[in-house]
């Protein structure tokens, strides 16, 4: 590292998997370098819902970890091996990672980071980049849909829930979204949610099936997990395709494959990683990402900004579990 970086920063560093009690900021060494990486001074960094399985317990992780699953800043060195592969230093950066995003620096292979285009800031990319490609690699690939199609989104007020809503609607679907509350009606609605159930209060099946001629949905996109899995196989069209991607209420448990012979049903429980693994998918998928941004297609809501402190992280992860947040949670990294 250059000699002007500092030799320490402050991270959100666990001992162990627990409740919110595990998460403390420490003062740590600055990330080493290794062959291949790029090491990158962060500025913001996205919180996402598997921040609290990582916290909980309910992902394991190896022990001390840094929790933050993306983020976005500007590069401050880059290894030898990993010069002339079109990043240098000064270059702002986004990244989704395998942890280190809730730090000052991080350093990370060079195939994880993106460059920004003009026009996306630090914060806006590190708002935008793991939900967004989470939702375009769900409507491209776990059910890639069709023009003309309905689907169903779960928690269509959520981070990943308003993009699919947008992206679903600009790729000509009728979008029927599940929500908690009458606000986050009004907000899935103005973000391309055509048909709005309130779960709180309404029947899934019975409007979906009302909604649809009794037909259901050529696709359902589900980060609720357990609580509405059973309901989707009641409202999927015969040959549609179930995407169970999160766990918001609970793991979704096992299951008989002779559950899907009744409508020929296909069911995917994808995950990022398997879409995004080089280079290419993730300079491919992020460039459609900030494409779909400049014209407008896709627009971040930020929920809240905290702080990278304890009581900041634990703030977000109390807030976005308790339902409470509607688009997306950032932390200011920076200081
Ligand atoms: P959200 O902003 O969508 O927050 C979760 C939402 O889930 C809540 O706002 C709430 O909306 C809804 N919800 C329903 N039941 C519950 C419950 N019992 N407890 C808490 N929330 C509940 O989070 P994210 O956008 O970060 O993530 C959404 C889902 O996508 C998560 O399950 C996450 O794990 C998954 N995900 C998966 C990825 C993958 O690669 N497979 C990548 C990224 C995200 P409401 O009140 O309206 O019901």
Not at 101 to 117: I, T
Request: proline fraction near 4%; include cysteine; aromatic fraction near 6%.
């Amino acid at each position: 590292a250059a000699p002007s970086l500092p030799s320490t920063m402050t991270a959100l560093q666990i001992q162990s998997q627990g409740d919110l009690s595990v998460l403390e900021t420490r003062t740590i060494p600055l990330p080493r370098l290794e062959a291949g990486q790029v090491l990158v001074q962060q500025e913001f960094a996205g919180v996402n819902y598997i921040d609290t399985y990582q916290r909980g317990g309910l992902y394991k992780l190896s022990m001390p970890w840094v929790l933050g699953n993306e983020a976005a800043g500007r590069v401050v060195a880059v290894a030898p091996d990993a010069e002339g592969q079109g990043i240098a230093v000064g270059d702002e950066v986004a990244m989704y990672c395998a942890g280190g995003g809730f730090a000052q620096y991080n350093a990370v292979s060079r195939d994880k980071v993106v460059k920004l285009p003009a026009g996306v800031s630090t914060k806006l990319a590190a708002a935008a980049l793991l939900q967004g490609l989470t939702a375009w690699t769900l409507v491209k690939e776990s059910y890639p849909l069709q023009k003309g199609d309905t689907v169903l989104v779960h928690a269509a007020a959520g981070g990943v829930g308003l993009l699919l809503c947008q992206m679903a609607s600009h790729l000509g679907a009728t979008v029927i979204g599940t929500v908690s509350t009458e606000e986050k009606a009004a907000l899935a609605r103005e973000n391309g949610a055509h048909h709005i159930i309130n779960y709180a209060k309404e029947s899934i099946v019975d409007k979906v099936l009302a909604l649809t001629g009794g037909n259901g949905v050529q696709g359902i996109y589900d980060g609720v997990g357990k609580d509405t899995w059973e309901d989707d196989f009641k409202v999927i069209a015969r040959k549609g395709t179930i995407c169970t991607f999160g766990n918001a209420s609970g793991a979704v448990e096992p299951f008989a494959p002779l559950k899907l012979a009744a409508k020929n049903v296909k069911v995917i429980r994808p995950a990022l990683p398997g879409y995004i693994q080089t280079r290419e998918e993730l300079e491919t998928y992020s460039s459609h990402l900030f494409d779909l941004m400049a014209k407008g297609v896709v627009r971040v809501k930020i929920h809240d900004v905290y702080p990278l402190s304890a009581e900041g992280i634990r703030r977000s992860q109390e807030d976005i579990t308790g339902r409470k947040t509607t688009g997306k949670l950032i932390v200011d990294v920076s200081k």
